[in-house]
């Protein structure tokens, strides 16, 4: 692992050059519309260990294969349910993985292990075009190193991966900001093992009936066996202390006053960065802002070396649960209650 790590525009010339490295069997880092991914060949062994190492990340933890064709779903996985159809003409090309039995051409190393594999349409149409000139699979976990805040721009993945890949294509920052949401099925029953920018509410549009597995908003010993591997692991943690705190503005303040010293910041809403007399990051006033500026602040917060962050936090409705669900994580379950 020694690269000159190239920062590619998403020129033609330049798509068709990512193309080659990755049937190369190199990793390289891609736009999508949720965050960065670090790509790869999902059928070649080889090229899929590589992202492993880029990235630190246990072998256990599966990766998505994305792909830019909704008919391509059948050939790297079998026995798909009726409704999983309906989802995908739904919401693909989009922030959707659906995990499903997996076919042999997809490798045990893609799949951890498993005998399923996560399946992704995304509609970033730099990414699209990547997987199209590869004319392959892509296997694509988020292009940050194991344990750290998601990557939404191409700065922050060079800030991770520098010499450990060999390109990363600028696409500009990433419009949703969070990962997309992963669901499997119970026969027509549709269980959300990673809340994303697709919420509950949407996908009850299509199904019936959809449950939020309990790895979503609790902890996970790291010998548990999990619905979803990457629910048990640190994720998301900057080197700052990050700590949600849950109450109205007024007594979020009265609580920042009292424990404010030197590199503390808080992380307010967009409306109330006027009136916050302390130093502050803001992190936008909806959920899908919260969303879109969630990962850059957690990473702004490493680049100024602040101790400790105080979160306001994020309702736990729509696109709101996604966030959440990232930072209860990144502040590693520790939130305050006023
Ligand atoms: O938006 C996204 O999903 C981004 C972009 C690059 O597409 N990718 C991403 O990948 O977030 P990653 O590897 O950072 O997170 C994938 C999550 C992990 O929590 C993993 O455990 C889960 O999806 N996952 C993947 N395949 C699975 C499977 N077969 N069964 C259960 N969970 C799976
Ligand atoms: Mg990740």
Redesign the pocket.
């Known amino acids: 692992m020694n690269y000159n790590t190239e920062i590619l525009s998403p020129t033609d010339e330049n798509i068709e050059k990512a193309g080659r490295l990755l049937g190369s069997g190199e990793v390289v880092g891609i736009p999508t519309e949720t ?1 960065y991914g670090l790509a790869a060949d999902a059928t070649n062994p080889d090229a899929v260990s590589k992202i492993f190492v880029a990235k630190g990340r246990p072998q256990d933890n599966p990766l998505i294969v994305h792909i830019a064709d909704k008919t391509d779903i059948e050939k790297y996985a079998k026995d798909i349910p009726e409704i999983a159809y309906r989802l995908a003409d739904k919401f693909w090309p989009g922030p959707l993985t659906m995990v499903l039995p997996k076919k042999d051409i997809i490798p045990k190393v893609t799949s951890g292990g498993l005998d399923t594999v996560g399946i992704r349409f995304p509609s970033n149409p730099i990414a699209q075009k990547i997987i199209k000139v590869s004319g392959l699979p892509l296997a694509a ?2 292009a ?1 190193l194991s344990g750290k805040p ?1 990557t939404t721009t191409a700065k922050h993945v060079y800030d991770d991966m520098n010499g450990r890949i060999s390109a990363i294509v600028d696409g500009g920052a990433c419009s949703v900001g969070v ?1 997309s949401t992963v669901i499997s099925f119970s026969g027509e029953d549709v269980i959300i093992l990673r809340p994303g920018f697709i919420s509950k509410e949407d996908l009850l549009t299509v199904a019936d009936n959809v449950i939020i597995d309990k790895g979503v908003l609790s902890e996970m010993s790291e010998d548990a066996v999990v619905a979803s591997p ?1 629910m048990k692991y640190k ?1 998301y943690s900057p080197k700052a202390n990050v700590v949600i705190v849950e109450g109205e503005y007024d007594n979020f303040l009265s609580f920042f006053e009292k424990n404010y010293s030197e590199g503390i910041y808080a992380m307010i809403f967009g409306n109330e960065t006027n009136e916050f007399p302390y130093p502050h990051f803001s992190y936008g006033e909806t959920d899908s802002e919260q969303a879109v500026e969630l990962f850059n602040k957690l990473r702004m917060a490493d680049e100024m070396n602040v101790k400790t962050v105080y979160v306001r936090c994020p309702s736990k409705d729509g696109v709101g649960l996604a966030v959440y669900n990232r930072l209860i994580r990144a502040a590693g379950f520790e939130v305050i209650k006023l």
Do not use: I, L, Q, Y
């Open positions: 965050v976990p988020s940050n998601s990962e990457g994720h």
